[in-house]
């Protein structure tokens, strides 16, 4: 950059009147956290990393950068898959189905997985290099036999409460920012859930990772626009 607009870039934007013409330019502003702001940490376990049940592509890559975000937020939430066995969303509880293809339960449409994050298994920890020691909360998910839970607010039949929502109004907590596995499923319905229940919601992209099932992860952010919830990177939070 011409060292003369750098200099007028860091002018402008130490002016409030004038900060507004340094965006144009390429200037980012940094968001601004503050004891209203939660980060909502979902499902970093093992089953959801390379070598697990339901392995993510490069899911493991995104831990140490959740660690150095967390850092930043005083209210931390981590979420974790917790499934009995035989859970009703495993492929292998329905006869002659498949991972990955979908069949009509009482509340819709149900992608079949792999048996994955049976609770009390290893497969179903947080990832050992999860460091977030300030953590005030981790809610655990789809342990009902007979429905899936992807979200951190609502489980899959859209009736039954988590109680975090609650949880985060007595609080206080205005905004969240959600991270983790997987973009298109756990992360996505946790942040349209989140906007429905009030709080305004950004996603953290570069600190989450996709399964992308048939153009679900396209599908997933076109929703999250579509309800205002912010697209950012970790380096605004820097």
């Known amino acids: 950059m011409n060292p003369y607009r750098r200099r007028s870039l860091t ?58 975000i967390a850092r930043g937020f005083h209210n931390v939430v981590i979420t974790q898959d917790w499934h009995t066995r035989g859970h009703s969303s ?47 909360l981790i809610l655990r998910k789809g342990f009902h036999q007979n429905t899936d839970s992807y979200s951190a607010f609502l489980e899959a039949d859209k009736k039954t409460a988590t109680g975090l929502g609650g949880y985060l109004k007595q609080r206080g907590i205005r905004r969240l920012y959600v991270c983790g596995l997987a973009t298109d499923f756990c992360v996505s319905w946790t942040a349209l859930d989140g906007r429905d229940a009030g709080f305004q919601v950004a996603v953290i ?34």
Request: net charge negative.
């Open 90 to 136: 495993f492929a292998s509880a329905h006869p002659g189905s498949k991972p990955f293809e979908q069949v009509d339960v009482y509340y819709g449409k149900q992608v079949l997985w792999p048996d994955h994050c049976i609770q009390g298994t290893a497969d179903a920890a947080l990832h050992a290099g999860l460091d977030i020691p300030h953590a005030q």
């Open 11 to 68: 002018l402008l934007s130490g002016i409030p009147a004038l900060a507004a013409f340094a965006a144009p330019l390429g200037v980012r502003a940094a968001e601004t956290l503050d004891d209203r702001d939660a980060l909502i940490v979902v499902d970093v376990q093992n089953c959801f990393m390379p070598g697990g049940t339901l392995p993510v592509k490069e899911g493991d890559q995104i831990v140490p950068l959740i660690n150095r």
């Open 205 to 238: 992209e570069d600190a989450c990772r996709a399964i992308d099932l048939n153009g679900s992860l396209t599908a997933a952010w076109a929703a999250m626009t579509k309800k205002g919830i912010r697209r950012i990177q970790s380096s605004s939070l820097a």
